[in-house]
Nanobody
Framework: QVQLVESGGGLVQPGGSLRLSCAASGIIFRIYAMGWYRQAPGKQRELVASILSGGSTNYAISVKGRFTISRDNAKNTGYLQMNSLKPEDTAVYYC?????????WGQGTQVTVSS
């Protein structure tokens, strides 16, 4: 059974940092592209960052230069390092693994940026 478990969310002040983790089990993690998405109240889910199985990365313009996506295939875990956080980064963050028709989602972790 495939399971994705996100962790690392929380409350942080503007300008602060958080690192999200996505631990995968029951899956050959290294062959999947991984993405981090977020959904703020009243808004559509949006792609924040992605990393392909080969390591190529892509970022939304709104987070470029502040967020870094990475993966450790030996640990079946992906990460999203978030620096210089802004109130508009407040959302539920989800990790996603995609390989062809295989599409898996985590349960989400809340990130709140507020003073």
């Amino acid at each position: 059974q495939v399971q994705l478990v996100e962790s690392g969310g929380g409350l942080v002040q503007p300008g602060g940092s958080l690192r999200l983790s996505c631990a995968a089990s029951g899956i050959i993690f290294r062959i999947y592209a991984m993405g981090w998405y977020r959904q703020a109240p009243g808004k559509q889910r949006e792609l924040v960052a992605s990393i392909l199985s080969g390591g190529s990365t892509n970022y939304a313009i709104s987070v470029k230069g502040r967020f870094t996506i990475s993966r450790d295939n030996a640990k079946n875990t992906g990460y999203l390092q978030m620096n210089s956080l802004k109130p508009e980064d407040t959302a539920v963050y989800y990790c996603n693994l995609l390989n062809g028709l295989d599409d898996y989602w985590g349960q989400g972790t809340q990130v709140t940026v507020s003073s």
